[in-house]
């Protein structure tokens, strides 16, 4: 008789070694006064943009890191570096997310101890960044308009972990059939307490409200 096979959840030991290693992270990054924020988003929502005009308004203020995530290339990279950041690029090997080994070893190149601020730009996918605690004291998703209001019923983990909504490209309102309630109604479904602001990089709208929440995230984290 031929002997049962022995199942091992290796997927449960894989998160579960990743979120120790995030939480000790996470508080080496509290420790230093350096707020790490996570920011994700589909491929084209607009992070890069976003990024780029953030790191502009916040030049004079603020130590700002960045930490760009792909598969391959580095033109983001020296998208952000153009923008006044000091700017890496990990290549992921394939993979569709970081996860917090791959971040601490970017922040020990990074050198975050200098930083009030350090973004991670994640590799462009709705699913797998959401499912990896890489350390990050702040999650925060990018939604375009033209996307959809429906995509928190499609990919609800990833407006269940985030802290912050933007919806982008909100100058492109009359062109796509998004509906602002129905989005509201759908990200709240999924997370009560996510706070939503609706922004263009292009347009400069909603640019203040994005850059005063930076600002009181990285207060508080020092505080």
């Known amino acids: 008789m031929t002997d049962p096979i022995k199942v091992i959840e290796v997927k449960e030991s894989v998160f579960a070694n990743n979120d120790r290693e995030a939480e000790a992270l996470r508080a080496r990054m509290h420790d230093a006064g350096t707020l790490m924020i996570n920011l994700m988003s589909s491929p084209g929502a607009g992070k890069t943009t976003l990024l780029s005009a953030t790191l ?5 203020e603020m130590r700002i890191g ?4 792909d598969v391959d290339s580095d033109v983001d990279a020296y998208t952000v570096q153009e923008a006044g950041a000091k700017a890496i690029q990990l290549h ?7 996860d917090a080994a ?3 070893q970017g922040l020990n190149q990074l050198g975050y101890q200098d930083q009030d601020l350090v ?11 959401a499912e990896f605690d890489t350390g990050a004291g702040k999650k925060v998703m ?29 100058d ?25 602001i609706y922004l263009s990089a ?12 930076l600002r009181d995230a990285v207060r508080d984290w020092k505080a």
């Open 56 to 60: 502009r308004a916040l030049a004079d």
């Open 66 to 69: 960045v930490m760009e995530a």
């Open 92 to 98: 992921t090997g394939g993979m569709c997310h970081l």
């Open 102 to 104: 791959m971040t601490e």
């Open 119 to 129: 973004v991670i730009e994640n590799v462009g996918n709705l699913i797998c960044p």
């Open 142 to 170: 990018i939604l375009s308009v033209p996307e959809g209001d429906d995509k928190p019923l499609k990919y609800p983990l990833m407006f269940e972990v985030s802290d912050l909504v933007l919806i982008s490209k909100v």
């Open 172 to 196: 492109t309102l009359p062109y796509f059939d998004f509906d602002k309630q129905k989005l509201e109604q759908n990200v709240h479904l999924r997370n009560p307490n996510a706070k939503i």
């Open 202 to 213: 292009k347009t400069g709208e909603g640019m203040d409200e994005w850059l005063d929440w």
